[in-house]
């Protein structure tokens, strides 16, 4: 792969990715023949669906689900209730890519991740938790998932500057977030509509989401910095040393020039960081201007502009910039043939009517469990505060 492609999606990583998700594809399909086909009686709040309990039922007339649906759902969900976010997700990763080709060609990038890089060189471990923690509390606490999409080429940047490989700078970034999304605190997209769902009070249990957050937290923590340390030991340990070859010779540099690097130009610089901080500011308050539906295009406007304007502070011409940005586009293109191949998994199994049996099957699971207890007093369902005031009286 060539230098000037370091954001485009290699061949065999991409035809795995293909392969797993076909295999799911087919998974969903064999689901069809074998979960029986059933519904929930539905009521519309808000103008959303939610489930009436206790309505489920079998369908009398059980239909047989086409093995042609393999084939043919990547394209049905472009006509489903998929088709706008498929098309959405799709239009993002095609304009961060070619807004990432012109900041990385351009030097800005460099500079930037080289900064970073000269602060935390003599301190990296301590670098571990506090990422982190970031990447997880935009996942616990606003929902930010798929938004993070454009920091992790930043982060894995870094990581190879300071030694480290790809997968560490994934771990960082998208699996910190991840993780954050899963011990959800105050998720507005889980935790609260799963509760309004419920009828519990809005963020009750909040004690006990802590106490979960903080666990999976310092077990990412460990899991990082041991791999990390497993690196800097021996780098030919890393599990993505040979792919990881081409792109560590552009971030492979010594401190003198990782201070070279970073002397790039201050005007440059500076509108990147007022554009990071609106990014920023933008991601923690999403969800409390209900902004949410549209935190995609607004992310990638952000990033359209910053990559533009700070190509051209620093010297890049402005046929030069189109040129790039069109140039990354057409890089990271066959990437997006990806989403539309995953959601299909999802369309599968709803298209079938089989989504409703497995909710069904999943909640009988729970139906006769008792709330979690802890020396007699209900944790579960208990906010943050009334959580605290039950361990004082004990």
Known sequence: MNEDRSFAINKKSFIISVAIIFG????AYLMTQFVPQGSFAY????????????TYSVLDQQQHYPVWKIITAPFEVFASEYAAMVIVIMVFILL????????????????????????????????????????????????????IVPLIPLVVGLCYMLGWDSLMGLGLSLLATCCGF?????????????QRIAGLPLYS???????FFIIIYTIVVLFLTSYAR?????????????EDTQRRKKYNMTISEIEKNAMFNRSAIIFCVVC??????????????NLTDYSMPLIALIFIVMSTVSARLSGMSGKKVLKT????????????????????VTYIIQDSKILDTIINGASGLFANTKPFRQHHYYLWGCTGHEFLYRIGQR
């Not at 057409?330 to 299909?344: D, E, F, M, R, V």
């Open 325 to 344: 940005f069109f140039k990354g586009i057409g890089a990271i293109a066959p990437s997006i043939i990806l989403i539309p191949l995953a959601i299909s």
């Open 205 to 211: 249990g909040t004690g006990l989401r802590i106490f």
């Open 96 to 147: 961060i890519g070619g807004s990432f080709t012109v900041m990385d060609e351009s030097g800005l990038l460099k500079a930037i991740i080289s900064k970073i890089a000269l602060k935390s060189y003599s301190r990296k471990y301590m670098l571990i938790p506090i990422l982190a923690l970031i990447f997880m509390v935009l996942g616990a606490f606003f929902g930010i998932l798929e938004e």
């Open 182 to 194: 899963s011990a959800a605190i105050m998720n507005p997209f889980t935790v609260a509509i799963a």
């Open 276 to 289: 990071f901080i609106v990014l920023l500011a933008f991601l923690f308050s999403a969800s409390a201007l």
């Open 24 to 27: 799911l594809i087919i998974a």
């Open 230 to 242: 497993k690196i800097d030991k021996d780098p030919l340990k890393s599990q993505v040393f040979e």
């Open 43 to 54: 009521n519309e709040v808000d103008g959303s669906k939610e489930i009436v309990p206790g």
